[in-house]
């Protein structure tokens, strides 16, 4: 059982230019930020590596930014596997898509990779500042409108039966339509975490679409050799 995450007031001078790179904050400065945010109701907590910053099932009763660290998603399928959703790198809101609605609870574990700060606006107070600033409604719209595309891939993601059809797949999303040369962004470890397997599983599968004639790897570098073979893996 992961330990949960220890809050408290944070009582140093807010930096907002690490908010000012955040999605919700975009085309805003710094001083536009603490300008419009000094309106507001917030808190800045922090929180330690390996903590449980909520867990799925739980409300989501406020805004969530993370300002600094990196926290993970994960989920726990029927057979107890634990299949890492991503990454999620400072600064990015925490469950944007599950603020507002009828079922606004967390749809998976938020767990701490590392130290780090959360900034958090009530829901009540949110709402209010969505109301009274435009950018940052049309912001909080884009946001809303990424999450559920991505959660949409994520869906489609799952839905592969093996650990081949997950690799094609995550590869030619990595190409584009057009390109067949890649440098994986993640290791095998981190791939064998996103795909919920074991990390010889990952391996194997990437020695198998080499050995078929799918690809070339040459450790993160990766050349596509046969595109539509590699697509006709991901039709079922």
Same mark, same amino acid.
């Given at each position: 059982?992961?330990?949960?995450?220890?809050?408290?007031?944070?009582?140093?001078?807010?930096?907002?230019?690490?908010?000012?790179?955040?999605?919700?904050?975009?085309?805003?400065?710094?001083?536009?930020?603490?300008?419009?945010?000094?309106?507001?109701?917030?808190?800045?907590?922090?929180?330690?590596?390996?903590?449980?910053?909520?867990?799925?099932?739980?409300?989501?009763?406020?805004?969530?930014?993370?300002?600094?660290?990196?926290?993970?998603?994960?989920?726990?399928?029927?057979?107890?596997?634990?299949?890492?959703?991503?990454?999620?790198?400072?600064?990015?809101?925490?469950?944007?898509?599950?603020?507002?609605?009828?079922?606004?609870?967390?749809?998976?574990?938020?767990?701490? @990779? #590392?130290?780090?700060?959360?900034? *958090?606006? +009530? %829901?009540?107070? $949110? &709402?209010? /500042?969505?109301?009274?600033?435009?950018?940052?409604?049309?912001?909080?719209?884009?946001? @809303? #409108?990424?999450?559920?595309?991505? *959660?949409? +891939? %994520?869906?489609? $993601? &799952?839905? /592969?039966?093996?650990?081949?059809?997950?690799?094609?797949?995550?590869?030619?999303?990595?190409?584009?339509?057009?390109?067949?040369?890649?440098?994986?962004?993640?290791?095998?470890?981190?791939?064998?975490?996103?795909?919920?397997?074991?990390?010889?599983?990952?391996?194997?599968?990437?020695?198998?679409?080499?050995?078929?004639?799918?690809?070339?790897?040459?450790?993160?570098?990766?050349?596509?050799?046969?595109?539509?073979?590699?697509?006709?893996?991901?039709?079922?």
């Amino acid at each position: 059982m992961k330990d949960r995450v220890i809050y408290y007031f944070c009582e140093k001078t807010m930096d907002y230019s690490l908010l000012s790179n955040a999605p919700l904050f975009k085309g805003m400065s710094p001083e536009a930020v603490e300008t419009i945010l000094a309106a507001v109701p917030f808190r800045v907590k922090k929180f330690q590596s390996g903590s449980m910053i909520s867990q799925s099932g739980e409300p989501v009763n406020s805004l969530i930014v993370v300002i600094s660290g990196v926290v993970k998603g994960e989920m726990v399928d029927f057979a107890g596997r634990v299949i890492k959703i991503e990454d999620i790198i400072a600064p990015a809101a925490l469950a944007p898509a599950f603020i507002f609605g009828n079922r606004n609870r967390f749809p998976v574990n938020v767990i701490a @990779v #590392s130290d780090g700060e959360l900034l *958090l606006i +009530e %829901k009540p107070d $949110f &709402l209010k /500042f969505l109301m009274n600033h435009d950018i940052i409604l049309v912001n909080f719209l884009d946001m @809303v #409108s990424n999450r559920s595309q991505f *959660l949409s +891939e %994520k869906i489609k $993601f &799952l839905n /592969f039966k093996t650990i081949k059809e997950k690799l094609a797949n995550y590869i030619l999303q990595k190409a584009g339509k057009d390109g067949m040369l890649v440098t994986l962004d993640m290791t095998q470890n981190d791939l064998a975490d996103f795909f919920g397997v074991a990390r010889p599983s990952v391996a194997r599968a990437l020695g198998d679409l080499q050995e078929e004639g799918f690809i070339e790897a040459k450790g993160k570098n990766i050349k596509i050799i046969d595109k539509e073979g590699l697509a006709d893996l991901t039709i079922d």
